[in-house]
Each structure stands twice: as structure tokens, then as C-alpha cells.
Nanobody, 123 residues
């Protein structure tokens, strides 16, 4: 069973930073890839970043352009998303997801989703 809980969102001025966290309390976290997605108002959910089970392989959406960093702490069953140089267009609900294998690509068809954490950026 997948139980994911995101936190760390908030209201931030453009140019600021946030670190999102996602705790997985429901399954063998360290064996699976994890990912982050986001959904802006009126838009479809889109892929942001993914990380392999070991943390040694990551994948990012093109729009990240070096501003986002995904990481994980398997001892804490937690995946993080560091977001720097925030822009108003980053405003969205950010969701974490668990992959079905150890490889990042598996998050594109995830086992489950968290409830999301709201990130709002003002200029």
C-alpha cells in the first residue's frame, strides 16, 4: 500500500526557494524510484523530476533548467525537491509519486500519489 504525504509548500516571492518533502509510509520505499509532478490551475499534471532507488540516477523535465534538485533519504523514507529561483509560472500543486521499479522512468505510471502541496509564487 502506498501512503505518501507531501509538505513544504507555501507562498513565496519570485526568486525565492522552497524545499518540498514527501514521506512514504506505506511500502518498501528504498526499492523504488520516486518522482515529483505538478499541476497548475487549468492545466494537466506534468512531470517535474524523478530519482532512482539508489539516488544515483535522476531525470528532470526540460523546464527545470537547473533550478530544481531532487534527492532522497532512504533511511527516512523521504524524497525531496529543492526549488530555487522560483517564478510565478511555478505556481501549482506539487505531487510526489512512487514508481513501480527502481528506475526513474517507472514514475510515469506510478503506483500512487500523495495529496499534494501548494506552491504559490508572486512577483
Amino acid at each position: 500500500q502506498v501512503q505518501l504525504e507531501e509538505s513544504g509548500g507555501g507562498l513565496v516571492q519570485a526568486g525565492g526557494s522552497l524545499r518540498l518533502s514527501c514521506v512514504d509510509s506505506g511500502h518498501a520505499f528504498s526499492s523504488y524510484a520516486m518522482g515529483w509532478f505538478r499541476q497548475a490551475p487549468g492545466k494537466e499534471r506534468e512531470f517535474v523530476a524523478a530519482i532512482a532507488w539508489s539516488g544515483g540516477l535522476t531525470d528532470y523535465a526540460d523546464f527545470v533548467k537547473g533550478r530544481f534538485i531532487i534527492s532522497r533519504d532512504n533511511a527516512k523514507n523521504t524524497v525531496y525537491l529543492q526549488i530555487n529561483s522560483l517564478r510565478p509560472e511555478d505556481t501549482a500543486v506539487y505531487y510526489c509519486a512512487t514508481g513501480t521499479t527502481a528506475q526513474p522512468a517507472s514514475v510515469m505510471n506510478p503506483w500512487g500519489w500523495g495529496q499534494g502541496t501548494q506552491v504559490s509564487v508572486y512577483s
